[in-house]
C-alpha cells in the first residue's frame, strides 16, 4: 500500500511537474507574441508626395466665349469676348458663363440683366433644355417695358446658345426656383425658349 502510495505520489509529482512546465511554455510564448504584436514602427518623417500635379486641380486653359450685352449706340444686343477658364462638364460651364454674363458690364456697354441678380441653379435636362433659376431680382429690379424684357431675354438666350449650340436647344427662365408667367407683364416665360 505504502508502496502504490509512492507511486501515485510519484506519477502524480510528475504530472504537476509537466504541467506547470507546459503551462510556463504556453505563458512564455504568449508574452513573446503579445510583445511583438505592439510593437510601433515610428516613421521618421511623412512620405513623400507625388511631384506631378494632380489632374482634377489643374485649372483648365482660358477659352474664350461670347456674353451678350447691350450696345447703348446701337440699341442692339451684341457679342462681347471675355476670357474664362471653363469646367468641361456642360451644367459647370453653363453656371460660369451665366455668372460672367449677370455680373460683367465692360465699359461702353449696358447689361440688360438687373443690378443684383444672382443666378440660383442652373440645370440641363436630356431633351436638352437648360433650366436656368436667377434671383427675384431680375423680375423685380426690371424696368417694364416690352422691348426692356425681349433685350433681357435675348441677352440670356443669345448667351447660352452661342455658347452651347449643339447641347442647349430650349431655355427655360425660372424666377427662385419657379416659372413665371412674364418678367414685367409682356414676353411669355411659361414655356421653354428657343431663337
Known amino acids: 500500500m505504502q508502496y502504490f502510495r509512492k507511486i501515485v505520489h510519484s ?33 521618421d518623417a511623412p512620405p513623400k508626395l507625388p511631384d506631378a500635379p494632380n489632374p482634377t486641380d489643374v485649372l483648365p486653359a482660358p477659352e ?16 462681347v469676348k471675355t476670357e474664362l477658364r471653363l469646367y468641361p462638364e456642360p451644367t459647370e460651364r453653363l453656371r460660369q458663363i451665366v455668372s460672367v454674363l ?6 461702353d ?22 433650366y436656368l433659376d436667377f434671383s427675384h431680382h431680375l423680375a423685380d429690379g426690371h424696368i ?4 426692356a424684357e425681349l433685350l433681357t431675354v435675348t441677352a440670356i438666350l443669345k448667351t447660352v446658345f452661342d455658347a452651347f449650340p449643339n447641347d442647349i436647344k430650349h431655355v427655360q427662365i ?9 418678367l414685367a407683364g409682356h414676353l411669355n416665360l411659361s414655356q421653354p425658349l428657343r431663337f
Open 11 to 43: 506519477r502524480l509529482f510528475v504530472i504537476w511537474g509537466i504541467t506547470l512546465v507546459a503551462l510556463i511554455i504556453c505563458l512564455a510564448v504568449t508574452l513573446v507574441l503579445i510583445s511583438h504584436s505592439k510593437r510601433i514602427r515610428i516613421v
Open 64 to 79: 474664350q466665349i461670347n456674353i451678350f450685352l447691350l450696345n447703348p449706340t446701337s440699341l442692339e444686343i451684341t457679342p
Open 102 to 107: 449677370v455680373q460683367e458690364t465692360p465699359p
Open 109 to 130: 456697354y449696358r447689361n440688360p440683366i438687373p443690378r443684383g441678380t444672382l443666378l440660383n441653379e442652373v440645370y440641363i435636362d436630356s431633351q436638352k433644355t437648360a
Open 174 to 182: 425660372l424666377i427662385d426656383g419657379r416659372e413665371r408667367e412674364t
Open 144 to 147: 417694364g417695358g416690352t422691348t
